[in-house]
């Protein structure tokens, strides 16, 4: 059973589509993020969840829209894709991440054309 | 503004010796410090985490250590294994908002085990 689940695993789409990508838990964790590792392998926050709330939301443009329509899902919508929205999203929960760690999923690898 | 650096971007070690990773940070003083394993095309996987109270903390061939007054953590792999080879993931968690934590990434050191 996967922990983490992203769908898809690849994404290669044209400037200015709009696209989804899809992320589900199945440990049963309160809060979920969204991270974007760059061509330089440097990931960074995007977004958190807790409990289907939004609590972190880190200078990402507006085109970057989260939803959790439930505490096991958060999906990423991007508006108007850019070319340097090129890189690799990561799905991550955690229950209590200080005491065990944030799990991660594999990763979608999106590549704007 | 905050910085994590891990210094080494690689290391090449042999079979059997211990592998040493650095991370330092700086305007910053975190809690707690964690330490991810990353393979080519996958995501980090959690490995250690050690509070700003711990000295050190071992799991099996790992060992970390943290020093809050150098403001740097130690990462060790005894008796290291060709399948160790991957890249290691320095983690702070911070405090963005009273609400949320998240984790800090440094850009990580990747290890090379040879045999």
């Known amino acids: 059973d996967t922990a983490v689940s992203q769908t898809p695993k690849y994404l290669v789409t044209q400037m200015g589509n709009d696209k989804s990508i899809k992320c589900e838990q199945n440990?049963?964790?309160?809060?979920m993020y969204w991270y974007k590792q760059d061509s330089k392998k440097f990931l960074k926050i995007m977004f958190s969840y807790n409990n289907k709330e939004l609590i972190i939301n880190e200078t990402v443009p507006n085109r970057f829209s989260p939803k959790s329509p439930d505490k096991a899902h958060l999906n990423l919508h991007i508006n108007s894709l850019e070319l340097g929205d090129s890189a690799v999203y990561f799905c991550a929960s955690s229950q209590d991440g200080r005491t065990y760690g944030y799990t991660f999923g594999s990763g979608t690898r999106l590549t704007v054309v | 503004s905050q910085k994590i650096e891990q210094n080494s971007e690689a290391l090449n070690i042999q079979e059997g010796k211990t592998a040493t990773l650095t991370c330092n940070y700086t305007?910053?003083?975190?809690?707690?410090l964690q330490w991810y394993r990353q393979d080519p095309g996958r995501g980090p996987v959690f490995l250690l985490l050690i509070r700003e109270n711990e000295k050190e903390k071992r799991k099996e061939r790992l060992k970390v250590t943290f020093d809050t007054t150098l403001k740097q953590s130690l990462f060790h792999i005894t008796a290291s294994q060709p399948a160790d080879s991957a890249t290691y993931l320095c983690?702070?968690?911070?405090?963005?908002?009273?609400?949320?934590?998240?984790?800090?990434f440094g850009k990580g050191t990747t290890l090379s085990v040879s045999s």
């Open positions: 305007n910053y003083s975190p809690a707690y």
């Open positions: 983690a702070l968690d911070r405090d963005l908002n009273q609400a949320g934590t998240a984790l800090i």
């Open positions: 440990l049963g964790h309160d809060t």
